[in-house]
């Protein structure tokens, strides 16, 4: 059955909420997508859904409850209503969220696509999930496939699924593999341009003159020390002109303005 008959969960020392707190569910693996989008994009999204949370009182009166319920029944998630209190022990936030869901990042994450998209951003090494999440997002949105490579950020850190507001949970939208050198070798192999952000070299982004309709990928690295150059080799460094004296951009900034010069069929 997909919906618990069990009374609400209302103390926070209840087991459940004990098995769900953020230190036991790291360890698990899971991520608490909180908040009525967050819970939507995940049920709707390609993430393994283990549970939706919903608040009591918030749960019996808002059609958005009733919509985030008929989703999880759909996919066979078990819903459990859990009062304010023991919400709020799940919570990062202030104030106990309406809803969430306890998700886990799909192994097909670890692969890269077959075939490989047509435009890509690559992130090597970043490790502020705001950042990581930020380009995710924006990824999405300019028609690009984010790929987590290198050390850095992972799907199953919360920051960071918060900072992609749901884009992460979309198909297609995010991979993430350890292999930098293994995911340049494919790009090349594939026929990609992979163009790389640097603050200072390379020629101006807004003077290239790039294929028709070729793939190619951005690479945006660390924030403090770049791209590696000994893993990114045959990569085209790229520069976005600044005005004036300010020195650098924010690597997720960088990377937008990139993006958007570069899309495809958006």
Same mark, same amino acid.
């Given at each position: 059955?997909?919906?618990?008959?069990?009374?609400?969960v209302?103390?926070?020392?209840?087991? *459940?909420?004990?098995?769900?707190?953020? =230190?036991?569910?790291?360890?698990?693996?899971?991520?608490?997508?909180?908040?009525?989008?967050?819970?939507?994009?995940? &049920?709707?999204?390609g993430?393994?859904?283990?549970? &939706?949370?919903?608040?009591?009182? /918030?749960?019996?009166?808002?059609?958005a409850?009733?919509?985030?319920?008929?989703?999880?029944?759909?996919?066979g998630?078990?819903?459990?209503? *859990?009062?304010?209190k023991?919400?709020?022990?799940?919570?990062?936030?202030?104030?106990?969220?309406?809803?969430?869901?306890?998700?886990?990042?799909?192994?097909? &994450?670890?692969?890269?696509?077959?075939?490989?998209?047509r435009r890509? &951003?690559?992130? #090597?090494?970043?490790?502020?999930? @705001?950042?990581?999440?930020?380009m995710?997002?924006?990824?999405?949105?300019?028609?690009?496939? =984010?790929? *987590?490579? @290198? #050390?850095?950020?992972?799907?199953?850190?919360?920051?960071?699924?918060?900072?992609?507001?749901?884009?992460?949970?979309?198909? @297609?939208?995010?991979?993430?593999?350890?292999?930098?050198?293994?995911?340049?070798?494919?790009?090349?192999?594939?026929?990609?341009?992979?163009?790389?952000?640097?603050?200072?070299?390379?020629?101006?982004? #807004?003077r290239?003159t790039?294929?028709? #309709?070729?793939?190619?990928?951005?690479?945006?690295?660390?924030?403090?020390?770049?791209?590696?150059?000994?893993? /990114?080799?045959?990569?085209?460094?790229?520069?976005?002109?600044?005005?004036?004296?300010?020195e650098?951009?924010?690597?997720? =900034?960088?990377?937008?303005?990139?993006?958007? *010069?570069?899309?495809?069929?958006?």
């Open positions: 059955m997909t919906e618990s008959h069990r009374p609400p209302h103390s926070p020392r209840n087991p *459940l909420v004990k098995e769900f707190a953020p =230190a036991q569910r790291r360890k698990a693996g899971l991520v608490f997508a909180e908040g009525e989008r967050l819970a939507r994009e995940a &049920l709707r999204g993430w393994e859904c283990e549970r &939706l949370l919903l608040r009591t009182g /918030w749960e019996e009166e808002s059609p409850a009733m919509e985030l319920h008929a989703l999880a029944v759909r996919r998630c078990p819903v459990e209503r *859990l009062g304010a023991a919400m709020q022990r799940l919570s990062d936030c202030e104030t106990a969220p309406p809803a969430g869901v306890l998700c886990r990042p799909p192994e097909a &994450l670890s692969r890269l696509p077959d075939p490989l998209p890509m &951003l690559v992130l #090597d090494s970043i490790q502020d999930p @705001g950042n990581a999440g930020t995710v997002r924006t990824a999405a949105a300019f028609g690009f496939h =984010a790929l *987590l490579a @290198g #050390d850095g950020v992972r799907p199953a850190n919360e920051k960071f699924v918060r900072a992609t507001a749901g884009a992460c949970f979309l198909a @297609g939208a995010l991979s993430c593999i350890q292999d930098g050198r293994g995911v340049r070798d494919a790009l090349l192999a594939g026929g990609s341009l992979l163009y790389r952000l640097e603050p200072h070299e390379g020629e101006r982004v #807004d290239l790039l294929p028709a #309709d070729g793939p190619l990928a951005v690479l945006a690295g660390n924030e403090t020390r770049g791209p590696d150059p000994a893993v /990114w080799g045959g990569s085209i460094p790229v520069r976005v002109p600044m005005h004036g004296e300010v650098s951009l924010n690597v997720a =900034a960088s990377a937008a303005v990139v993006m958007f *010069l570069f899309r495809r069929n958006v």
